[in-house]
């Protein structure tokens, strides 16, 4: 008992010891900064002795010490509305009204700030506190262990005692295709991912670093796996959290019956896309059991989520709502002005990167200005930081499944490519953030296996619209006789349209019904995902076959199936049910794409599949367009404003990777790779009830599907 007693005291000196030398610290740093910032005095007009300034400054940096550990957790949740991205810009002004306030109510009464120095000053001095106490306890992981918990279980039950079975992480890195990984490993890039594998595990021989220290026996394996032909987080997180991917031709298409664009980003169109799995599937999701969701798309019915966007619009408690992670995680200063100081980093960044790009007349580029440099900044600080905050927590708290997602790499590279000098900057940062997850499970209550999975790759290439100087509807509408801008008009593209209209409806020379405008509701629809292209009718209530599409506009798929930018198109039939249609007047129908390709032939195995399965869904657009795509280079061309892309088929989009460890079994028994993120989902659930694993209760399916 006594020996007990003297660990509590010796931890509660050294927290004392702790407190006193951060305090001290902090004194000496507004000292500094009252000697260089004209606006900011610790001393009354007339002067003061130096034993006076240093009690004003001491005081003033205890105040504001104490303002940030009572009132900043206040101020925080009185924000509860303010978004994430709002938050990380206001940190800056309420740290900086926090020190006004601390100076104002100091005993010494002599200390005061201009409004825009307390902003610099609070910065300052909470980059430095937060920078000693670290230090301070960097040979001590207790005072972090018990943080961490305290942030994981705030304003949570009482959680039981943790089961000795091995929890499962898993960490998405979004966008991350499986020869990006490879060669990141490669170049030295990712230490961690290169430390866990070893040549022959899915690493090339000669890769950099890739041989474990002292020839130790790697402790993960490295499979690439096949996406569907839409290769996009919204089908694949569905797909991989709640076991389907059914009726999600894209990454945003028209649905007739409802009149209604679903967009997989849209916080109502993820709820009703979540709806739907849970009520196909006949279950809740992988993480339904003691699981938390982290920075998603879907929830994957867990009851812990933060940052996931179909439960977005929905009203949830206190312990468990969506924004819940980021404003624990805010709830700490320390955390919040070191985030928002990596926030501004992050924008000066991009716009320096972006500038490079423009002063260098770099090839392909598209548009990074606007609102950009924040949302890149959000997605590769704000997000990343409290997604992997809310995984330690959840693995000090014990939780049997986690599913994270980290959005950093997929939004840079969609703007900056796939492998640019920015994307493997964020692979490194990336990298950082795994090696703190793996340092974190040492102090685990319980054992945890960290599995590393991407949901899809990035194909490179320029877009559609600088190669050709029009957009894919620009295309649409010139091939149905529309009037188009006059900037397309003029292209080549757009004049062969026109010829194409003008030769298919006899008429030799323009005229004026070419230009009639048709009523609104009769214009196509048309929506791009990456390189892939939807156009629908909304006037016609159901999907239109060939023939009725080439008896309204006869010139249309002719013009789109020939156009040099295109690979090929799916549309229904009327006489084969299904054909793919390619340049030169190629017609293959679906019951035969394996035997004659056509114009699937550059897209390799497992297309025909994808093209059939996407064919059956009931919202499946009236003609499906898939860019073109140069097996050489790997290049396709997105019909957004992107030049790393992903979406459609073409390259390495289609091609993701699943990072495990050793001790569970093969996602495929052959030693094959699995097909879909419905397998991913298979294997994942298999992954959770293997021996000594979680125990997490089947479906009937699921028990049927193993008894087989």
């Not at 006193?20 to 000496?28: E, L, N």
């Not at 009482?158 to 490879?182: E, M, T």
């Not at 990596?342 to 606007?370: D, L, W």
């Not at 020379?509 to 609104?520: I, L, S, T």
Request: charged residues 25%; neutral net charge.
């Amino acid at each position: 008992m006594r020996g007990l007693r003297d660990v509590r005291w010796q931890r509660t000196a050294g927290q004392i010891g702790r407190s006193i030398a951060v305090w001290a610290v902090s004194t000496a740093t507004m000292l500094a900064l009252a000697g260089i910032l004209p606006d900011f005095r610790l001393q009354s007009p007339d002067g003061d002795s130096a034993t006076r300034i240093a009690v004003t400054a001491a005081c003033g940096a205890g105040a504001f010490g104490v303002l940030s550990a009572v009132v900043w957790p206040l101020l925080v949740r009185l924000l509860l509305l303010v978004p994430a991205l709002v938050l990380g810009l206001l940190v800056f002004f309420l740290n900086g009204s926090l020190l006004l306030l601390a100076l104002y109510v100091s005993p010494s009464g002599r200390a005061e700030a201009a409004p825009e120095t307390a902003v610099i000053v609070a910065a300052v001095m909470s980059a430095v506190a937060s920078a000693t106490g670290a230090a301070l306890t960097v040979r001590d992981d207790e005072p972090y262990r018990r943080r961490l918990h305290r942030l994981a279980t705030r304003d949570r039950r009482v959680l039981p005692p943790c089961p000795s079975a091995p929890g499962l992480v898993c960490v998405q890195l979004d966008g991350v295709g499986h020869d990006v990984l490879v060669d990141a490993v490669r170049k030295g890039l990712m230490p961690t991912v290169a430390r866990w594998l070893s040549p022959g595990d899915g690493i090339p021989p000669g890769a950099v670093g890739g041989q474990p220290a002292g020839g130790a026996r790697s402790t993960h394996l490295l499979t690439p796996w096949r996406t569907d032909w839409s290769s996009q987080t919204g089908a694949s997180q569905l797909g991989i959290l709640h076991g389907s991917t059914f009726d999600v031709p894209a990454f945003r298409w028209y649905e007739k019956d409802r009149g209604e664009v679903m967009v997989c980003n849209r916080p109502t169109s993820a709820a009703e896309l979540q709806r739907r799995a849970v009520l196909r599937t006949g279950d809740e999701g992988l993480l339904a059991v003691d699981g938390a969701s982290r920075g998603n798309l879907f929830s994957g019915g867990a009851g812990e989520q933060a940052l996931v966007l179909s439960i977005a619009i929905r009203r949830r408690g206190r312990a468990n709502r969506s924004r819940a992670g980021y404003f624990a995680y805010f709830g700490d200063p320390a955390n919040a002005v070191r985030t928002a100081l990596g926030f501004v980093a992050e924008v000066a960044r991009e716009i320096g990167e972006s500038t490079r790009a423009r002063v260098r007349r770099q090839r392909p580029r598209v548009g990074r200005g606007g609102l950009y440099p924040f949302i890149r900044a959000f997605a590769t600080v704000i997000e990343r930081d409290v997604v992997v905050a809310a995984v330690m927590g959840d693995m000090l708290a014990g939780r049997t499944a986690v599913y994270a997602d980290l959005v950093a790499y997929d939004e840079v590279a969609h703007h900056s490519g796939p492998r640019s000098r920015d994307a493997e900057k964020v692979l490194q940062r990336l990298d950082r953030s795994l090696a703190l997850i793996e340092r974190v499970a040492e102090h685990a209550p319980r054992p945890y296996r960290i599995v590393v999975l991407s949901d899809h790759g990035q194909s490179p290439g320029e877009t559609f619209r600088a190669r050709y100087g029009l957009s894919l509807g620009d295309l649409v509408r010139a091939g149905c006789g529309l009037p188009v801008p006059r900037r397309a008009e003029r292209t080549r593209s757009g004049a062969e349209a026109r010829a194409t209209v003008r030769a298919a409806l006899r008429r030799p020379e323009r005229d004026k019904g070419e230009h009639v405008r048709p009523a609104r509701e009769s214009e196509p629809i048309v929506l791009a995902s990456g390189n892939l292209g939807l156009v629908s009718f909304p006037d016609v209530p159901h999907r239109m076959t060939r023939e009725e599409i080439d008896a309204r506009h006869p010139a249309l798929l002719t013009t789109l199936a020939n156009h040099p930018g295109i690979g090929f198109l799916l549309v229904r039939s009327a006489e084969h049910d299904g054909v793919v249609l390619g340049a030169d007047g190629a017609e293959i129908p679906l019951a035969r794409l394996d035997d004659e390709p056509g114009p699937l032939a550059p897209f390799g195995p497992g297309a025909a599949d994808a093209v059939r399965r996407t064919h059956s869904f009931p919202h499946t657009a009236d003609i499906m367009v898939n860019s073109a795509y140069d097996p050489a280079d790997g290049e396709v061309l997105a019909f957004e404003e992107q030049i790393g892309s992903h979406g459609g088929l073409g390259g390495a989009q289609s091609r993701p990777f699943l990072l495990f460890p050793r001790e569970l079994s093969a996602p495929v028994e052959d030693g094959g790779e699995p097909a879909g993120a419905e397998h991913v989902h298979r294997v994942l659930r298999r992954w959770l009830r293997e021996p000594d694993g979680p125990q997490v209760p089947l479906t009937a399916a699921a028990e049927e599907e193993q008894a087989a």
